[in-house]
Each structure stands twice: as C-alpha cells, then as structure tokens.
C-alpha cells in the first residue's frame, strides 16, 4: 500500500491492526543501503578507502568490546591479530548519505598504537562500518562481514 507521506515510503500492514492506529514497517527503500555509485558504476568522487583507514602498520594492540555482554579484553594471538588486520585492510567501503547510524553492536574494536593510544575505533556490521563514529557502507561485497566474523572469532589474551 502506497503511503501518503512526501516520502512516498512503501508500507506493509498487518491485517490483524488494518485500520487501527497502530505502527507499520516501513519497507527499506531500494538502495537506501545500497552503494552510492556514480552512474557508470565507480567509486564516488574524492572517496578513497585508505583516507579514512589506519595504516596496519602502525596497529600495536586490538581492544575488544562485546555490545552483548560488555566484555573488553585485548586480541590475545598473533594469528587473531593479523586476521583482524586483513580484513579491516580488505575493507570496500563507501561513504553513503542515506545510510542510517547504528544503534548497538555485536562487537566494536579499538586500534591502539605502541603506547596504547586509540587510532581508530571501528564497528563492524554485516553490511556496514562506523569508523570514529562516521558510518560507512559496505553492502557491494562481503568485506565488513569477514571483518566482523574475524573479531567474533577473537579470544582474549
């Protein structure tokens, strides 16, 4: 059914509440979290991905914080580490006006230095990324879903 709203949002209504004042989904509209593109396909303008990402280099130490339980513990292996690192280099990430701030999250990671300064504070979800608080999409590939499969798969040290 086609909302009256300026927005012209698709609603769905439950035909248990049809009529009632009551509240309805909102369908996601199509490529509101999608990747913004330019027409022929490419990134956007001025957007590149490793502007906005921590050189791994300079990564010491990963500090971790489970959104479910509240637990922070520092990535304990190397091995975890290093795929942590892969798959937040690996990221293919665009800068998306539509896309909506997160509330929550399974995991979030700090990138600390050698004196344990934070570098960055990255959120991982499955088809997005907040860096410093700036989120990013990342729904065109599967690249913020291994981040976060890598950090859940983290154990502390």
């Known amino acids: 059914i086609k909302s009256s709203a300026a927005s012209d949002v698709y609603k769905r209504q439950d035909p248990e509440t049809a009529g009632k ?10 490529g509101a979290y999608g990747v913004n593109e ?10 590149d991905v490793q502007e906005v990402l921590v050189p791994v280099d300079q990564v010491a130490d ?3 914080t489970n959104g479910n339980t509240g637990t922070v513990f520092m990535v ?3 091995e975890e580490k290093a795929q942590i690192l892969e798959a937040y280099a690996g990221l ?8 909506q701030q997160r509330i929550g999250y399974s995991y ?9 300064n934070v ?4 959120t991982p ?3 997005a990324v907040t860096l410093d608080g700036e989120i990013y999409d990342g729904s065109r590939n599967q690249t913020t879903t291994a981040l976060l499969l890598a950090v859940s798969a983290a154990r502390e040290g």
């Open 119 to 122: 570098l960055q504070t990255v």
């Open 62 to 64: 990963i500090r971790v």
């Open 38 to 47: 330019e027409a022929d396909g490419e990134t956007p303008a001025g957007f």
């Open 108 to 116: 979030r990671i700090q990138l600390l230095d050698a004196d344990g």
């Open 125 to 127: 979800y499955k088809d």
């Open 92 to 99: 293919d990430i665009r800068p998306e006006e539509d896309l």
């Open 76 to 78: 304990g292996t190397q």
């Open 21 to 30: 004042d009551c509240f309805s989904l909102a369908e996601p509209a199509e």
